[in-house]
């Protein structure tokens, strides 16, 4: 049986030479603000509400690579994330669903990842300041957000970063416009 993977977007704001990110209050680590795509959403459009809900900061997604411009009928053409990203978020829900299934019994989740999440599969976007740089986060959200360079990722945060989250950061700051 293969995991049950949720879709995710998420933006990546850099600003002055660095990167703003949020302490995600589950897995303890900083990531770029982000989280589910909800039904009928599109990703970038997820990558935008989750950056806004999660700092109170409104950026617009973009492209990185060529981006076609919409022709005149209703096709549209929509930003490209500059990577997509399947790992793990629970483990434990997946062996906890195959041994549901295994013994005919309900599946109970994980307390943590009460949506069943197994895997993520997010697609990561650029983003641009739409406004204010004023952080506000929705409440309930994480409160742990900051600012942070290059520097500061490779020294004493990097123990707090999942690796595949600061190969996306370098990948970020190699491209960002």
Known sequence: MKPKICLTASATLIHDGKVLLVK????KQWLCPGGHIEGNELPHQA?????????????????SLFQPRSI???????????????HWVCRENYDLRLNS?????????NLLWQKGCEKHLNFAYLAKL?????I???EGEST??????????????KAELASSILKEIELAFSLAK
């Not at 990558?47 to 492209?63: D, M, N, P, W």
């Not at 739409?130 to 004023?134: A, I």
């Not at 742990?144 to 945060?157: H, M, P, R, T, V």
């Open 144 to 157: 742990e957000i900051a600012w942070f360079s290059l520097e500061d990722l490779y020294g004493k945060y």
């Open 24 to 27: 995600h209050k589950k897995l």
């Open 136 to 138: 506000n986060p929705a």
């Open 101 to 109: 299934f295994k013994n005919k019994s309900e599946f109970m989740p």
């Open 72 to 86: 005149e009928n209703d096709d549209l053409f929509h930003p490209i994330p500059f990577v997509v990203n399947e």
């Open 47 to 63: 990558a935008e509400r989750e950056f806004l809900e999660e700092t109170g900061i409104k950026v617009q997604v973009y492209s």
């Open 130 to 134: 739409n406004g204010s740089l004023e």
